[in-house]
């Protein structure tokens, strides 16, 4: 069993910004891809970002150079800085960590996510 905790959220100004962690503990024998949706009201969840376990990047064409996913392996930890944010990011945001918890045992897990409401 693996537990998310999340963290960051919360209310901000157009243009500014916010920086949301995910940490992971329990059974982690290795960590494999980590990401970031976000789900706003009457919509369906997204994929925002990934970042693979050698560190390369994906994110949608929406928040290109405003966001950057990161990863501290000695933390288990994935971070989501979010700058220049807009009116249309307001959601909840959550992370998800793909985990190998033995030599045969691969699973997601979820996180239970975290506001972002951007108004002014």
């Known amino acids: 069993q693996v537990q998310l905790v999340e963290s960051g959220g919360g209310l901000v100004q157009p243009g500014g910004s916010l920086r949301l962690s995910c940490a992971a503990s329990?059974?982690?024998?290795?960590?494999?891809?980590m990401g970031w949706y976000r789900q706003a009201p009457g919509k369906q969840r997204e994929l925002v970002a990934t970042?693979?376990?050698?560190?390369?990047?994906n994110s949608v064409d929406s928040v290109k150079g405003r966001f950057t996913i990161s990863r501290d392996n000695a933390k288990n930890t994935v971070y989501l800085q979010m700058n220049s944010l807009k009116p249309e990011d307001t959601a909840i945001y959550y992370c998800?960590?793909?985990?190998?918890?033995?030599?045969?045992?691969?699973?997601?897990?979820w996180g239970q996510g975290t506001q972002v409401t951007v108004s002014s």
């Open positions: 998800n960590v793909r985990v190998w918890e033995s030599l045969m045992r691969l699973f997601d897990y």
């Open positions: 329990g059974r982690i024998l290795r960590l494999n891809s």
């Open positions: 970042i693979s376990s050698d560190g390369n990047t």
